[in-house]
């Protein structure tokens, strides 16, 4: 089955351009000029797989989509706009964004980058469940099953947050650096920028941490990256 991809622009020319590029690459597409259109789309029920999403939108722009969409699906966003300040891209993570692609771009980046966030969906090591607080619920991390769970109730996390958290844990209590997390769970090599690691840690900190403002259990290991310290 081909891969489904949601791309939320308007720009008709752009949309159009890159729907029909994107199909060539093998995606099954559909394209939506409004965030209130491709909401209910996702809402609806429809299969997305991965979501291009444009920022500067009329009417619902893209920071607030990602937000409303994230409890909806949790599908791979890749965030394609003009907007390079460092703090819309940081802004536009932490609303729940998996990449960020900046205008003009090119179609083999933005391909390659959809293919690295496919393949992230893809079950990572390790394949047993892994008790990572005995203390709060227990929490309890099952790579397998694809599932993170405080006692009985689920925790809600984004496929790369899971596959970053699985990286983590295979196994808990070794530092992993910002260039090797890149290149494990974004696929990132000579493009990649840290801030996507330092934004998804912090998302991944206020799911399973206690306190995220004094972490236990990811800790920042200064000069060196982050480790899991299973509890």
């Given at each position: 089955?081909a891969p489904r991809?949601l791309i939320?622009?308007?720009d008709?020319?752009?949309?159009?351009?890159?729907?029909?590029a994107m199909?060539?690459?093998?995606?099954d597409?559909?394209?939506w000029?409004?965030a209130?259109?491709?909401l209910?789309h996702?809402?609806?029920?429809?299969?997305?797989d991965v979501?291009?999403?444009?920022l500067?939108l009329g009417?619902?722009?893209?920071?607030t989509?990602?937000r409303?969409v994230r409890?909806l699906?949790?599908?791979?966003v890749?965030?394609?706009s003009a907007r390079?300040?460092?703090?819309?891209?940081?802004?536009?993570?932490?609303?729940?964004?998996d990449?960020?692609?900046?205008?003009?771009?090119?179609?083999a980046?933005?391909s390659?980058?959809l293919?690295a966030l496919?393949?992230?969906?893809e079950?990572?090591?390790?394949?047993?469940e892994?008790v990572?607080?005995?203390?709060?619920g227990?929490?309890?991390l099952?790579?397998?099953?694809?599932?993170?769970?405080?006692?009985?109730?689920a925790?809600?996390?984004t496929a790369?947050e899971?596959?970053?958290?699985?990286?983590l844990?295979s196994?808990?209590g070794?530092v992993?650096?910002r260039?090797?997390?890149?290149?494990?769970?974004?696929?990132?090599g000579?493009f990649?920028?840290?801030r996507?690691v330092?934004?998804?840690?912090?998302?991944?900190?206020t799911?399973?941490e206690p306190d995220p403002?004094t972490?236990r259990?990811?800790?920042?290991?200064r000069g060196?990256?982050?480790?899991?310290?299973?509890r």
């Amino acid at each position: 089955m081909a891969p489904r991809l949601l791309i939320l622009d308007d720009d008709d020319g752009i949309r159009t351009a890159l729907s029909l590029a994107m199909e060539d690459d093998g995606y099954d597409v559909t394209a939506w000029p409004s965030a209130e259109e491709a909401l209910a789309h996702v809402a609806s029920g429809a299969p997305v797989d991965v979501m291009v999403v444009d920022l500067m939108l009329g009417g619902i722009d893209g920071f607030t989509f990602i937000r409303r969409v994230r409890p909806l699906s949790d599908a791979p966003v890749i965030v394609l706009s003009a907007r390079q300040d460092k703090g819309d891209i940081v802004a536009a993570l932490e609303a729940g964004a998996d990449d960020y692609v900046t205008k003009p771009f090119d179609l083999a980046e933005l391909s390659a980058r959809l293919r690295a966030l496919r393949r992230r969906l893809e079950v990572a090591q390790p394949s047993s469940e892994v008790v990572l607080d005995r203390e709060q619920g227990p929490l309890v991390l099952d790579p397998a099953a694809g599932t993170l769970r405080r006692g009985t109730e689920a925790v809600h996390l984004t496929a790369t947050e899971f596959r970053l958290l699985c990286e983590l844990a295979s196994p808990p209590g070794r530092v992993l650096s910002r260039p090797v997390l890149l290149q494990r769970v974004w696929d990132h090599g000579f493009f990649g920028d840290e801030r996507l690691v330092d934004v998804h840690i912090r998302r991944l900190r206020t799911k399973v941490e206690p306190d995220p403002s004094t972490p236990r259990l990811v800790a920042t290991v200064r000069g060196l990256g982050y480790r899991l310290d299973v509890r």
